[in-house]
């Protein structure tokens, strides 16, 4: 299989187009579930609170202001708070979960989006560990420039220390197929789901972020249009996921059935 980027794109708007549902209205519904649990913690954790008070202000006509947000105290609150996080986590393991179904022509559904529930704990920990990973490469970028600003009073540093995170997001596109291996291979833990996208990804990471690259156009574009914009956003996340599916199988080196009649397509979940 190629991982070329035209012929992945070309392939995954064909399979798309033959996809009911529509692939756009899954996507949809996951961005839909996205801000819902967005807004929840942004109220509970006095985010929104403190940005109806800038706006609020700057209707009014006064000069505004950064207003720090003021967290909800509470046990309970923080544990609510929490599970939002997860909740969104795992509901974006289910997206990924659906974009493979569909380039796999497996027949997908809304229901996938909450699939990921069913493995609830590995759902986490595949988000969960690359975060970290990749966090920990950041410490290469914040620690020099945050002593630096600290030891110059200049801001500056943050913009010409940038290179040094390239490391951390050569290590975002190294463990960026986890996920995907997650669902394939019930058989691996999750670390090493992590550690077998590294070895998947090497020589395959500027692949991934050139193809990445190609839809930035649409998504500006999705971002400058009112109303109509999020519909297009919902296209695009729907065509971007299901590209990248078929990036990870081709890197897997697992073939369509459609491309490979009588091949068995390893199951998804």
Known sequence: MTTD??????NARETIRGTRPAPMLVALVYLAIVVVLNVLGMSLDGTLAAYRTMFETAMSGGPVQYVAPVARSGLFTQLLNLALKLMGAVVSVGFVL?????????????GNLFDGFGVFIRSVWIQLLPSLLVGLWTMAYLVPVTALMLMTGQTWWTFVGLPLLIPAI??????????????????LNCWQCVMLSKRLMQGHKWE?????????????????????????????MAYLQVTVAGFYDAVAGIAPAADAPGTDVPPVM
């Open 5 to 10: 980027r035209k012929t992945l794109k070309r």
């Open 208 to 236: 991934l972020f050139v193809l990445d690259l190609s839809f930035l156009g649409w998504e500006l574009l999705a971002a400058v249009i009112p109303l109509a914009g999020l519909f297009l956003l919902a296209w695009v």
């Open 98 to 110: 659906y974009s493979m179904r569909v380039w796999r022509r497996l027949g997908g559904s809304v």
């Open 170 to 187: 050569r290590a975002g596109y190294s463990y960026s197929l986890a996920t995907y291996i997650m669902l394939d291979r019930q058989d």
